[in-house]
């Protein structure tokens, strides 16, 4: 059983579309985040959730915008991509708690054309 | 603000040797937790071992372990028997109270065998 989906894994587009990744967790934690991993592998976190409401809001264009309908599901809309915006996006979830460590998604790669 | 440095962008290890991977961290609290994560070429994000920050011990799983100097805010990796399979991008992370969590820019490592 996967413990942090996301999907699509791949995701080719044009300049100026919009697109969605979705994330979903079965394993019950109660925060989610999204990060972005440019070409230099850097980790930067965008957003993050706890129980539906946001927390964490890092300085990211407002193209982005996270959604959560739930505490399983975050779910990420980008605006009129961007040449910029290709990345790895990776959704992560934990439980509150500062032992307790992320477990990460398999990553979507984007690629703006 | 907490930071978390990995001053080796790069390392390389012969099959079978040891390697010890830096991390750094600035921090003023006194409870909180340090990651190493394994990131392989497949991208997948894996959890390699944890230290709590009251843990005077220095954790081990396996061939992994920790060198944690709290009063230097030191958290070095050391792979022992290194096997091509370890090779791989390796971050460190700084989690406290709270729901979010600090990386590091990331060490590649490379087994020559």
């Known amino acids: 059983d996967t413990a942090v989906s996301q999907t699509p894994k791949y995701l080719v587009t044009q300049m100026g579309n919009d697109k969605s990744i979705k994330c979903e967790q079965n394993l019950g934690h109660d925060t989610m985040y999204w990060y972005k991993q440019d070409s230099k592998k850097f980790l930067k976190i965008m957003f993050s959730y706890n129980n539906k409401e946001l927390i964490i809001n890092e300085t990211v264009p407002n193209r982005f915008s996270p959604k959560s309908p739930d505490k399983a599901h975050l779910n990420l809309h980008i605006n009129s991509l961007e040449l910029g915006d290709s990345a790895v996006y990776f959704c992560a979830s934990t439980l509150a708690g500062v032992r307790n460590e992320q477990f990460f998604g398999p990553g979507t790669r984007l690629t703006v054309l | 603000a907490q930071t978390v440095t990995q001053s080796q962008p790069e390392m390389s290890v012969q099959e079978a040797e040891t390697v010890t991977l830096s991390c750094t961290y600035d921090t003023s609290e006194s409870d909180y937790y340090l990651f190493w994560y394994k990131q392989p070429p497949s991208r997948q994000m894996i959890l390699v071992i944890r230290?709590?920050?009251?843990?005077?011990q220095n954790a081990t799983e396996n061939r992994f372990s920790v060198n944690f100097q709290k009063a230097a805010k030191s958290f070095s990796l050391k792979i022992s028997d290194s096997q091509l399979g370890d090779a791989a991008m390796y971050f460190c992370?700084?989690?406290?109270?709270?729901?979010?969590?600090?990386f590091g820019t990331g060490t590649s490592l490379t087994v020559i065998p």
């Open positions: 230290q709590e920050a009251y843990k005077q």
């Open positions: 992370a700084y989690r406290r109270l709270g729901n979010q969590f600090y």
